[in-house]
């Protein structure tokens, strides 16, 4: 029964940071009653969730396994495996955001072109994070019970710091046209599509403003990573290439949309990329 509830809990932890990061991903503002419930609830849930995980990693224990071994296997009974995602996903943004701060980006290498997408939602972003720190002080200044008070600043805090590394991932993991032509798709930490130089048919430049979330599959085939409410370029496939959604949930796109700052460059950089690839063909 234990166990149960124990992913029940941890369903619901999904649930509310799922439609904390889709509302901020969106540039939705959240009400600070809204995300201090989440927050809370957050907390209150994972609790749990420890003890029922102490509890499985003795029983394995007794059972005569390993610490690591024991651990893995009360995480795979408990924790669904889109918890498990949804946390690798933080911890990427957290990641990322110390790779901000050092200036340096991550999976850009040499001869490759950084493909920059975080133009429309970077004035949201900052704007965002502007109330969060407000609304932090404010309620630091407005709240007299100590318990509260402290309980509530390291929530508020921690959201700042969310905000941010969500940011800083988009700014850190762009999109990448390696020198032969590959192409790789990112939002942050949340999505990673690599598509190899001969599946790319070509790609040109088209500005649509598609509804709905930051990665959404359309019904004609189409894959969408949209930023700002915005997607700039096109790339057509020589055979459909399949992706996981940030969540697990697997599709095959046959073409992507996606948005670039500059998507001139990146037609311009797939272009040469498929050029070299001819050239190399030939000369075989």
Request: charged share 20%; aromatic share 6%.
């Amino acid at each position: 029964m234990s166990v149960r509830v124990g992913r029940w809990a941890v369903g619901g932890a999904v649930v509310a940071e799922v439609v904390l990061v889709g509302c901020l991903s969106a540039g939705v503002r959240v009400p600070a009653v809204v995300v201090l419930g989440a927050r809370v609830s957050a907390v209150v849930m994972l609790g749990f969730e420890a003890v029922v995980l102490g509890r499985l990693l003795r029983a394995g224990r007794r059972a005569g396994l390993g610490w690591r071994e024991a651990l893995a296997a009360a995480l795979r009974t408990v924790v669904p495996e889109r918890a498990r995602r949804l946390a690798a996903h933080e911890v990427r943004a957290l990641h990322s955001l110390g790779l901000w701060l050092r200036g340096r980006r991550h999976g850009v290498p040499a001869g490759a072109v950084a493909v920059a997408y975080t133009g429309p939602q970077t004035a949201m972003m900052y704007g965002l994070l502007f109330v969060s720190v407000v609304e932090t002080v404010m309620l630091a200044l407005l709240i007299p019970w100590p318990l509260v008070h402290g309980i509530l600043l390291v929530l508020d805090v921690y959201g700042v710091v969310f905000v941010l590394a969500l940011h800083a991932s988009c700014v850190t993991r762009p999109h990448v046209v390696d020198a032969d032509g590959a192409l790789r798709l990112r939002y942050g930490g949340l999505f990673d599509l690599r598509i190899p130089a001969d599946a790319v048919a070509g790609a040109r430049v088209e500005r649509r403003f598609p509804e709905g979330g930051p990665v959404r599959a359309g019904a004609d085939g189409v894959l969408e990573l949209v930023v700002g409410g915005q997607t700039t370029v096109r790339v057509e496939l020589t055979a459909p290439v399949e992706f996981v959604r940030p969540l697990g949930k697997r599709g095959q796109a046959r073409a992507v949309r996606f948005h670039a700052d500059d998507p001139g460059a990146v037609v311009a950089a797939l272009g040469r990329g498929r050029g070299r690839g001819r050239g190399r063909e030939d000369a075989g």
